[in-house]
């Protein structure tokens, strides 16, 4: 079996990567480099081994022993989508000061306007990045929409986009940015994505497609064929702000039908996966397998994509492609669920289209 080792650590290549990085990006890998010579993070990325799968989707399976005891404990219930924000539990205007990267706003142009120096607080009108002190990748951190405004995890118009205008700034395939809602392994009920650097092509992105669909304003949107996980696809557009709009619409959608799902957005922007899932809910009925259990993977948006993280020696060692996709297969909708789920998304979009085309006439 070939097993093709990958050194995190090294991924980045600042010497050979670093003068084609957008500035955004530049300054974020260099911030985050000097949070690691902090000693702020749990454990160091590059010091985990991670392996990509042979087969055909190319799993890329990384071991972070014990991550899951040293990482923020989840302190709400899995079962519903919406949770009111709670100020009495964690969030994040409670991180240290220096956990901070920097704070952005909405500029003119349709994009984002960082600042040079990371403010020593979070002023109450700006979003804010922050490095993940349990990261998975090089470069983990989480983007955090108003964060002064204690939102709880709950996609809007607006936060969506922010995160659409966060990966466009970084202008790399390699970095994507990721939305869990609660039921779908989000751990915090504050309003965040993540975001961080592998320079791999993940699984999903390599998967075949079937168009369903192309909404009025050109958005298209395919499903998934032959990946372990249903889901959608969207891309197109006559802009960045039109793929968005589609995009955010059907997660307002999901989570008011107290469906999880995650979200994968990728090539800068320009292609959105939207990933339906039932783990948790298996897990509270009592329907998991012991054996997948036992492994303690929280299927959220980076192990739905194709990077999982195995938290016990045993299971990267004896990790392959058909275990990976017998998980990944649990955790995913069901062929008959994504099918009734399908229709009614589609059956929503047309409906607002229509509610629409009344209201411009």
């Not at 990006?25 to 454990?43: I, P, T, V």
């Not at 100020?87 to 901070?100: D, H, I, L, Q, Y």
């Not at 036992?294 to 999982?308: D, F, T, V």
Request: proline letters at 4%.
């Amino acid at each position: 079996m070939d097993v093709k080792s990958f050194d995190l650590g090294c991924s980045l290549g600042m010497e050979n990567d670093s003068l084609s990085l957008s500035p955004f990006l530049n300054k974020l890998f260099r911030e985050w480099e000097d949070r690691k010579a902090r000693g702020l993070f749990h454990h160091d990325i590059s010091s985990c081994e991670t392996k990509v799968l042979p087969g055909q989707h190319n799993f890329v399976a990384t071991l972070i022993e014990g991550r899951d005891q040293k990482k923020r404990p989840t302190e709400f219930g899995m079962n519903q989508v919406l949770q009111p924000f709670d100020s009495g539990k964690f969030n994040f205007t409670k991180v240290r000061p220096e956990e901070v990267i920097f704070r952005f706003c909405e500029a003119d142009k349709d994009s984002a306007q960082y600042f040079n120096d990371a403010p020593d607080t979070v002023s109450s009108s700006s979003s804010a990045i922050l490095i993940n002190v349990s990261p998975i990748g090089y470069c983990h951190v989480l983007l955090t929409p108003q964060i002064q405004d204690c939102l709880p995890q709950r996609i809007d118009h607006e936060s969506f986009l922010m995160a659409m205008y966060v990966a466009r700034e970084a202008r790399n395939p390699f970095f994507r940015v990721g939305y869990n809602s609660l039921g779908g392994f989000a751990t915090i009920n504050h309003l965040h994505f993540q975001a961080y650097y592998l320079k791999v092509q993940y699984p999903v992105e390599k998967a075949t497609t079937e168009k369903l669909t192309t909404l009025v304003n050109g958005v298209s949107i395919a499903q998934l064929v032959g990946y372990p996980v249903s889901g959608f696809v969207f891309e197109g557009g006559a802009s960045l702000e039109d793929l968005s709009c589609m995009v955010s619409k059907v997660c307002i959608f999901l989570q008011e039908n107290n469906r999880p799902f995650n979200v994968l957005i990728s090539e800068s922007g320009r292609r959105v996966f939207l990933l339906p899932q039932c783990y948790a809910e298996k897990q509270l009925l009592g329907k998991a397998s012991q054996e997948f259990l036992e492994m303690r993977i929280n299927p959220a948006i980076w192990e739905l994509s194709g990077h999982l993280v195995l938290k016990r020696k045993k299971d990267y060692d004896e990790a392959s492609e058909l275990y990976i996709c017998r998980f990944l297969v649990e955790a995913a909708v069901s062929e008959t669920e994504f099918q009734q789920l399908k229709q009614c998304v589609l059956d929503f979009l047309t409906a607002s289209a229509a509610c629409n085309s009344d209201i411009d006439s």
